[in-house]
């Protein structure tokens, strides 16, 4: 129970401390709650507790008409006080405790944040530079593919008292995020050839369940960013690409073999090797070094043996680290470019 009591302190102080005063406060309460903690050791070793247990209740709320619902920002406009709520998800639990269960077995943490998309633009175009080739992306944990569609949107990103704008001018998505780091100074637009992703379970937008867990997985408080979901799927189903459920060890090198030379293969994942077991790890890498014996690979991820954002280039002879960024928002609110 000792690890469940420790990643609700983790995500209350480092993660909705200064972002879900909701959350935050319910974290500090479940640590001290047997019987709740009791009830969270069901959750896989694989999957953040937090974020799957938040993101249950919200689904359940969905689905179930309840005064619990009044706490939320995300269905209450004038929601009542935080410090009432407790007991609220208490019996709220007690009430839909065999729906929680089967939630904790059958759903996953895939918050796909548009907002990352921001920092991985200009790495994308910097890759774009270098090889002067058209980029066939591959994402790990994709989830509804959202990634994929970085050369979509449009961003607006602050640095210190300026603005840099880049991406699509035209784009009906607009991507705010805060650059904290070296200025940059230009960030050139690029080709996508290719746009696969893989997941376990990957989620489709147009269903509707599909559609409600992505909205579960948004916090309470953060109406801007379920509002961009909305706008998101407009674009997201207007470009193609292939979303393939399985096993990432079988199906990158398939999907690689069909990529020719012609095209910069990108493999990248952002917050979703924290779920990876050590071995998985392990067998991940040599699997991308299999891969790069063949076909220079680019490399692009965080939360493998660290929170920073790594681009390393692979080929048959070596593996050479490009470019380290310093840990960014998990919501792609800020990043620092380096």
């Not at 709740?36 to 507790?49: C, F, V």
């Not at 939320?72 to 405790?97: G, N, W």
């Not at 990876?276 to 490399?299: C, G, R, V």
Request: with cysteine; glycine share 2%; aromatic share 12%.
């Amino acid at each position: 129970m000792e690890h469940v009591i420790l990643s609700f302190q983790r995500f209350a102080e480092i993660e909705a401390k200064n972002s879900s005063s909701l959350y935050y406060f319910w974290c500090n309460n479940t640590i001290k709650d047997e019987e709740m903690l009791q009830l969270l050791t069901n959750i896989p070793a694989s999957q953040p507790k937090p974020n799957l247990f938040f993101a249950s209740i919200q689904f359940l709320l969905m689905k179930h008409d309840d005064v619990l619902k009044k706490y939320l920002p995300s269905f209450a406009t004038h929601p009542f006080a935080i410090e009432d709520s407790y007991s609220a998800l208490q019996q709220f639990v007690k009430t839909y405790r065999q729906e929680l269960l089967h939630y904790f077995q059958t759903k996953r943490v895939q918050t796909n944040e548009v907002h990352r998309s921001a920092y991985l633009y200009p790495i994308f175009s910097d890759i774009a530079k270098r090889a002067q080739k058209p980029l066939a992306l591959i994402e790990i944990g994709t989830s509804a593919g959202l990634l994929l569609n970085p050369d979509k949107y449009r961003y607006e990103v602050k640095q210190g008292d300026s603005v840099i704008h880049y991406g699509d001018p035209n784009s009906q998505v607009l991507l705010k995020s805060e650059n904290l780091g070296d200025v940059l100074t230009s960030c050139s637009n690029f080709q996508i050839s290719h746009r696969y992703g893989i997941d376990l379970n990957v989620l489709h937008l147009q269903n509707e369940e599909d559609y409600m867990w992505l909205q579960a997985l948004i916090w309470p408080e953060h109406k801007e960013r379920r509002a961009l979901l909305q706008q998101v799927k407009m674009i997201h189903t207007e470009v193609p690409k292939t979303l393939l459920k399985g096993d990432l060890l079988q199906l990158l090198p398939t999907i690689s073999q069909n990529i020719s030379n012609a095209h910069q293969i990108i493999i990248f994942h952002t917050h979703v090797a924290n779920q990876f077991s050590a071995q998985l790890k392990e067998n991940f890498q040599q699997t991308i070094m299999h891969i790069a014996k063949n076909k220079p690979i680019y490399h692009v991820y965080n939360n493998m043996y660290d929170e920073n954002i790594h681009v390393d280039y692979l080929t048959s002879q070596a593996t050479e680290q490009i470019r380290l960024l310093p840990k960014a928002g998990g919501h792609g609110e800020f990043f620092s470019w380096c």
